[in-house]
């Protein structure tokens, strides 16, 4: 059963960065048999020429994960907010307007090029990310990603707001990247994401909605989410 375990979710070459797959984090029953996965991937990693090695999202209630970790050497980094939304009986307003120019669409239909243009824009003080094209379109094409509740904002044939969802567990969205490049911000794009993005979960018949890796001090994004419904869950550890 541990050996069918994904332990690293994703490999960031550029930087010299792997990430540590979350599904390892549901079952604690087996902390030694992990420890040795999870060294022998680092071991692993090393020689490929890895420098670091993370693991996001830890809830600060998970206490056997953390000492678990911090047993293998990990250091805690930071401190972010888990919010969730239940969508049972949201009755979601998508808004009658929209910014001159603007216009919204699912990704049904998206040209990967512009978005990934988008994401480097929206994202480029942080080195966590798509770093090609190949990588994001795989990301997008996967079974799990929820193409109807996701959706981008253009100006013409340029992608300037995002918000990406995937799936989780049967019922369950998950915001995954919500972003805006510089010029396009503080107009009111996340919040017309999001509320295209909850109406067509709800349609769907999802139950809840989560959104992560919300830092503390971002207040704009914990205001927004909470515009729409979301409360503060837990806190977590990188």
Request: some cysteine.
């Amino acid at each position: 059963e541990l050996a069918s375990k994904k332990i690293i979710s994703q490999y960031i070459e550029n930087y010299g960065i792997a990430i540590l797959s979350e599904d390892i984090y549901a079952n604690l029953r087996f902390t030694e048999a992990y420890a040795t996965l999870i060294n022998k991937s680092a071991s692993d990693l090393i020689q490929k020429g890895y420098k670091k090695l993370l693991a996001p999202h830890v809830e600060s209630r998970m206490q056997e994960t953390l000492q678990l970790l911090e047993s293998l050497g990990f250091q805690r980094q930071m401190e972010m907010y888990l919010f969730e939304a239940s969508l049972e009986g949201m009755d979601v307003q998508l808004p009658l307007e929209m910014p001159v120019g603007i216009e919204v669409f699912s990704f049904h239909h998206i040209c990967i090029e512009s978005l990934h243009n988008a994401l480097n824009k929206a994202f480029s003080e942080n080195p966590i990310g798509f770093l090609d094209v190949d990588e994001l379109n795989k990301y997008i094409s996967d079974e799990d990603f929820l193409k109807s509740c996701s959706f981008y904002a253009s100006v013409g044939e340029e992608i300037v707001s995002f918000l990406m969802v995937k799936k989780q567990k049967p019922k369950i969205a998950y915001l995954a990247y919500l972003g805006t490049v510089p010029q396009w911000q503080r107009k009111g794009l996340g919040l017309l994401l999001i509320k295209n993005s909850l109406y067509n979960a709800v349609k769907r018949g999802l139950n809840k909605a989560v959104g992560d890796q919300i830092y503390p001090g971002n207040i704009a994004i914990i205001r927004l989410l909470e515009k729409v419904g979301f409360y503060l869950a837990c806190s977590q550890l990188n």
